[in-house]
Each structure stands twice: as structure tokens, then as C-alpha cells.
């Protein structure tokens, strides 16, 4: 609902369920512009790489013995 004064728009009342999931969507892209601007920077690392440090520390699920 969007509050007017004098023809203006002044205040938004919005459900806390909307609120919240609104929150977290501008807290999604946030962190996607975070990234892009990384990559812009060259900050970046190739997946087979990143994949391979983290297998190393901790095996994939799937990959051991069964």
C-alpha cells in the first residue's frame, strides 16, 4: 500500500513476508554484483581449479569407495 501526501508518494507499508523475501532477493543480487565486479577486476579462478583445492581438503560425494 503506498502512502500519499499531497498527490506525492511518501511511505509503502508491505507485508513482513513480502518485506523479508524482498531483503533477501536485494542481499542475492548484492552478492551477484560483488562477483561481477571481481571478474571485471580479473579475480577470478578457473573452475577445474577451484573444484580440484576443495576436493583435495574434503572428497565429492559420490567420488570414495562405497
Do not use: W, Y
Request: overall charge positive; some cysteine.
Amino acid at each position: 500500500m503506498m502512502i500519499t501526501q499531497n498527490g506525492e508518494a511518501e511511505a509503502l507499508l508491505q507485508h513482513v513476508v513480502s518485506f523479508k523475501k524482498t531483503q533477501e532477493t536485494l542481499a542475492l543480487l548484492k552478492l551477484l554484483a560483488a562477483g561481477n565486479k571481481d571478474l571485471d577486476a580479473g579475480k577470478n579462478s578457473p573452475t577445474r581449479e577451484v573444484v580440484g583445492s576443495c576436493t583435495k581438503t574434503r572428497p565429492m560425494i559420490g567420488s570414495g569407495p562405497t
